[in-house]
């Protein structure tokens, strides 16, 4: 949870954790330590900063600021091909995409499309975007290195490193990467950072533990500092307001259910990473309020835990509601 407008981390946690005492304890630091590294659980991985994951349809998000920034897409594309492919997938160099279950079968907008979660318009998307507009915004946002952040943090990524733009491989990795899906990886820190992007209208803040240092010389306070401009106040606006639809209208409440601050505009984006297999998706949802005014910018993921709109946008939203309550 970040405060977008100063980048001041509200909360960062990781779970499963485990008992800091017992390692501290000379006494038991050995026998602890050596079992919490034997763990299958993981408990010494800080799955905030350095878990990587596969985003599934919050990366959608990524995708419409690389297409609306870099001007190839509007707020207004469509696209003729859409109705069909919605249907019978959409073929991409003898790759077919599907669509998930429930979109209907019609053309939309950037609105429409982030309000039903369309796997099929937002490949699209990404292939009119192209491979090196969607690393470069990504990119801006810290996507491709290490994060500049109080903790080491992994690296997040579009692509697989391959031979075309953007470290794409092919066209059928970019249409499958523009939903969330081939290579991408990336870190609940770095999606909380995507929300905090657009709520702060197009600018990213430095992210930071510290608020203030103190020394010899009196307390210094840590300010914000801006890491990018990576796209325009108006682009961002037209982000936020399908991310509000996405929480707020009938529709969009079907894939995002429990998101919603009651009282407050709420934006945000659920997603369901699939991961092949028979286990269950990781569920993920990232979003920001009050809309018109942000105070709070979140990133949720839950392992293994199904559809976005069914553990991770209420655990976003219990905790969106938490924090309005204690800061009035």
């Known amino acids: 949870m970040l405060d977008p407008a100063t980048g001041e981390v509200l909360a960062l946690a990781s779970t499963p954790t485990f008992d800091n005492g017992a390692v ?3 006494a038991t630091a050995a026998k602890a330590f050596a079992a919490l590294r034997a763990d299958t659980k993981q408990p010494l991985l800080n799955r905030a900063t350095q878990g990587q ?17 870099s001007g190839r897409i509007t707020a207004s594309t469509t696209f003729p091909e859409q109705p069909a492919a919605e249907k019978n997938g959409l073929v991409v160099a ?9 979109v209907p079968s019609r053309s939309f907008d950037l609105a429409a499309a982030t309000e039903w979660s369309s796997n099929i318009w937002f490949a699209l998307a990404g292939l009119k975007t192209g ?3 969607m690393a470069d915004f990504a990119g801006r946002m810290g996507f491709g290195h290490q994060l500049d952040f109080d903790l080491p943090t992994a690296i997040s990524q579009v692509s697989g490193g391959g031979p075309g733009p953007g470290g794409f491989t092919d066209e059928v990795e970019l249409a499958n990467a523009a939903y969330g899906q081939a290579k991408t990886l990336v870190t609940p820190l770095q999606m909380a950072l995507v929300a905090s992007t657009v709520a702060n ?18 307390t210094q306070a840590v300010d914000p500092r801006v890491s990018a401009h990576v796209i325009s106040p108006e682009d961002a606006a037209v982000i936020a307001t399908a991310m509000q639809r996405a929480v707020e209208s009938s529709i969009g409440r079907q894939f995002t259910t429990g998101a919603k601050v009651a009282g407050v505009p709420t934006a945000g984006k ?3 990473a699939e991961l092949g297999g028979s286990g269950a998706p990781h569920s993920w949802f990232i979003g920001f309020a009050p809309v018109d005014h942000p105070r709070i910018a979140i990133a ?16 976003a939203g219990d905790l969106m509601t938490l924090f309005f309550q204690l800061n009035h």
């Open 24 to 26: 501290a304890d000379p």
């Open 53 to 69: 994951y596969v985003p599934g349809s919050v990366f959608k998000i990524v995708t419409s600021i690389a297409g609306i920034g």
């Open 94 to 102: 003898g790759f077919r995409v599907h669509e998930h279950a429930g």
């Open 131 to 133: 491979g090196a507009e």
């Open 201 to 218: 209208g197009g600018i990213l803040i430095r992210p930071h533990l510290v608020t203030a240092t103190t020394g010899r010389g009196g």
């Open 270 to 272: 659920s997603g369901t």
């Open 300 to 315: 949720v993921i839950v392992e293994r835990g199904g559809r976005g709109g069914a553990r991770a946008a209420p655990l």
